[in-house]
């Protein structure tokens, strides 16, 4: 059987199956290249961007590091010209006594200095680090240890001490503006001490005080009569041979001579200027004046007040140097604070101080509660040291 075509129609090619499958094949490879060539590629472009972000990261942390460095440096040389000017010039200008009174927490910075120092093996760090870290410890170790300079041997001291009275002092910086009245009467009732001293005494602590019974037993003193608002104040349960008031600059100095047993107390309160550059604050020109009197007292005596200079100042080193000691550091206690009993963001110093005589036996120092004052109060006990050859038979005063 024929098969015609019309005519301008070709006939139908047919191509054998093995060539289509031959076709489709090769097309399915060729569409497969790209995905192919992504895939061998893809191993290369992650191991470069890891690399990248590895190179990216260390460039990072070594400029973070250096900054570290730096710091470290500028800080540590910083505290070194700090440290400098306190040996060199102890308390040359006001800016430097303020930097020496916060001495605990100025230097501290330099401790994880050098920690980080070594760590990183910056041994020349580590060098200029660590001398500052080790004038810091020097000038703090006082602070834990107890001030021996004027101790008796233990049979002496029992001898001299055995009859003698002792006094219990009571002192507070009130702070004028305070009204907290009934809260330091209580204090002192608690307390029971023989001699009150009060500083920044205004008229309403005046009128608060005489109204209340727990000032009653305070009969002696010109301060109940003639008190001096603003300055330092002195009431006495025990009879004051004598009282006197100076004027050092324009502060008020009260000095009172209490009789104990057969000798005689002299009990000195003060405030001390702050050390700032308002004209009515002359801080040198007042321990100029004040530490040579005191330095010529002979007999026992007792300071105490608000210094507005803590154990790092150069006036307490001159108190030393006058043969006078410190009742915390005789007692081990250089380490209490009293300032600014909470009423600042300023870390605690202390700046409220009392300072013994040879003459004088610290039996005890502790602080106060202070509510509602910038000054925690100081509750001191002394007794005096009777000559070994005249012994005491006088009883105490502590009830």
């Known amino acids: 059987m024929k098969f015609f075509h019309s005519a301008g129609q070709r006939p139908a090619i047919r191509q054998p199956e093995f060539e289509r499958e031959e076709v489709a094949e090769l097309a399915a490879k060729v569409v497969a290249l790209p995905e192919r060539g992504r895939e061998n590629a893809g191993p290369a472009i992650m191991s470069n961007s890891q690399n990248l972000a590895s ?159 727990v000032m009653m037993p305070y009969v002696h ?59 009515h604050y002359d801080y040198y020109g007042y321990w100029n004046q004040m530490i040579p009197l005191l330095a010529t007292e002979s007999g026992p005596l007792l300071v105490v007040g608000d210094f507005n200079a803590t154990e790092h100042s150069l006036v307490y080193r001159r108190l030393k140097s006058a043969g006078l000691r410190s009742a915390h550091d005789d007692r081990g206690r250089g380490y209490a604070t009293t300032w600014p009993n909470e009423t600042l963001l300023l870390p605690p110093i202390r700046i409220d101080q009392a300072f013994l005589s040879a003459q004088l036996e610290c039996e005890r120092i502790v602080e106060g509660r202070g509510l509602g004052s910038d000054h925690k109060p100081l509750i001191v006990d002394v007794r005096i040291r009777a000559p070994v050859d005249k012994p005491q038979t006088a009883q105490s005063h502590r009830k």
């Open 55 to 213: 190179a990216r990261h260390s460039a990072a942390h070594g400029s973070l590091w250096r900054i570290f460095y730096l710091l470290a440096w500028v800080t540590t040389l910083l505290l070194a010209v700090v440290a400098a000017l306190r040996i060199f010039y102890h308390d040359g200008n006001l800016i430097l006594t303020s930097l020496n009174a916060f001495t605990r927490y100025v230097y501290l910075p330099a401790y994880p200095c050098v920690v980080w120092a070594a760590w990183q093996r910056r041994w020349s760090l580590v060098l200029a680090g660590s001398v500052i870290v080790l004038c810091h410890v020097t000038w703090m170790a006082p602070d834990f240890v107890r001030d021996r300079r004027f101790d008796l041997p233990a049979e002496t001291a029992a001898k001299t001490t055995a009859d003698s009275p002792s006094i219990r002092i009571f002192f507070a910086n009130v702070l004028r503006m305070n009204r907290e009245f009934d809260a330091l009467l209580e204090e002192i009732s608690a307390a029971n001490p023989d001699v009150v001293v009060l500083a920044e005494w205004g008229w309403g602590w005046d009128k608060a005080f005489k109204n209340s019974p």
């Open 221 to 279: 003193g010109v301060s109940l009569t003639q008190p001096v608002f603003g300055m330092v104040n002195i009431f006495s349960k025990l009879p004051l041979k004598s009282e006197l008031q100076n004027w050092v600059t324009n502060r008020l100095v009260r000095t009172a001579d209490i009789q104990l047993g057969a000798q005689t107390l002299r009990l000195v309160a003060l405030h001390g200027p702050r050390p700032m550059s308002a004209p």
